[in-house]
């Protein structure tokens, strides 16, 4: 076997090291690496000697083993300082590779939802989930270094997907079920994002699309406001006022119309009473506003953008009004996986 190594340097003055050890590919193969503020060094050994391509071939497990420690540098620091050089020494001789064609996607690389060093590391271990971990930190990356809100909402429900997935039990279990899971896991989480002054503002919830979360969703008043359903004044509120508005007559509305709106509008007074302590007397439940948003209000976004039931926000023109609630809903998604992934691995 010939011992070869790797080395990406950065561009400045810090040295501390961040990680250094074992990265394991499988069971039997591993490589040694250190991540320090300054440089990655991945210390392989092979049974051929590689030469200067070796980034570029096909399936290679160096570019993967340098992907996995670019990641673990950003989720941990919060940026990538720009290269000074990437050098490779193949045990016989020390070639200079041509870093300005490998590094165009580190530019500007800058997060701020970010993991302890000692949980992240997690991915470079031999434990049974390092690689599930090491997928949900892709996503969490990406949906922060995303251009569009639209793009980084699709990553950030993508990196919500890969926590639930693993609680899979079997092939065919519905996705339904496995957020219900999702749920219990967010009702026993410490979660940061319970602190964000987001979900205090009344305002901020009243920009949400609840006649569209009421249709799309199928669930009718006797549904939602079942008295069991949310203790949560706040979230009640919103459902009473979104259904006050759906029951509301116009001249213009034909006989069916009229019938249904009064059907509805008995509903949703019976509702009001059924809720009434909670309204007047309620105390604030942040983790069911949490779980309200991560598992029911963006799933059914999600939904809604994987059947292309909207368009695509190409010409973004009024930045606030149109992504200002997509970015919030990811930011709260993403230190919820964030959190989730945290407590899982302590």
């Known amino acids: ?10 561009d400045t003055e810090h040295s501390k090291t961040i990680y250094e050890g074992r990265s394991y590919l499988k069971k039997n193969l591993q490589d040694r690496i250190l991540i320090a503020d300054d440089e990655i060094c991945i210390i392989f050994a092979r049974g051929k000697r590689k030469d200067g391509n070796l980034l570029d071939e096909s399936n290679s497990l160096i570019r993967y083993q340098l992907q996995k420690a670019l990641c673990f540098y950003l989720i941990t620091q919060g940026t990538l300082p720009k290269v000074r050089s990437v050098e490779f020494d193949n045990g016989k001789k020390t070639i200079q590779l041509d870093h300005s064609r490998y590094t165009k996607s ?13 949980k992240a590391s997690v991915i470079f ?18 949906a922060q270094l995303c ?12 990196a919500v997907n890969s926590v639930y997935r693993v609680h899979k039990e079997t092939e065919d279990e519905k996705e339904w079920s496995q957020i219900n899971k999702l749920r219990n896991i967010i009702n026993t989480t410490r979660l940061s994002a319970e602190d964000d002054s987001v979900l205090f503002d009344e305002t901020f919830w009243s920009k949400l699309e609840w006649y569209t979360f009421t249709n799309r969703t199928g669930y009718g008043v006797n549904n939602m406001l079942d008295g069991k359903r949310y203790a949560d004044p706040l979230l009640i509120r919103m459902f009473l006022k979104e259904y006050d508005r759906q029951s509301k007559v ?37 983790k069911e506003r949490v779980e309200f948003l991560v598992c029911d209000y963006c799933y059914m976004l999600r939904n809604r953008n994987y059947h ?20 919030t809903l990811s930011s709260i998604m993403l230190k919820t996986v964030r959190d989730i992934l945290e407590s899982e691995l302590h």
Do not use: H
């Open 1 to 10: 076997m010939i011992e070869q190594k790797l080395t990406v340097r950065f």
């Open 250 to 286: 116009t001249s213009s509305d034909s006989e069916e119309q009229r019938q249904r709106k009064n059907n509805l509008k008995e509903e949703v007074e019976n509702a009001r009473k059924r809720n009434r302590r909670k309204l007047e007397e309620g105390k604030p439940v942040i």
């Open 125 to 142: 271990t031999d434990y049974k989930r390092a690689k599930d971990l090491y997928i949900s930190i892709t996503y969490l990356i990406k």
């Open 147 to 158: 251009k569009f809100s639209n793009d980084s909402f699709r990553n950030a429900w993508t």
């Open 106 to 118: 580190w530019e500007d690389c800058d997060i701020s939802i970010l993991m302890s060093p000692e």
């Open 308 to 327: 292309a039931a909207k368009a695509y926000p190409v010409f973004v023109i009024s930045e606030e009004a149109e992504t200002g609630i997509e970015r």
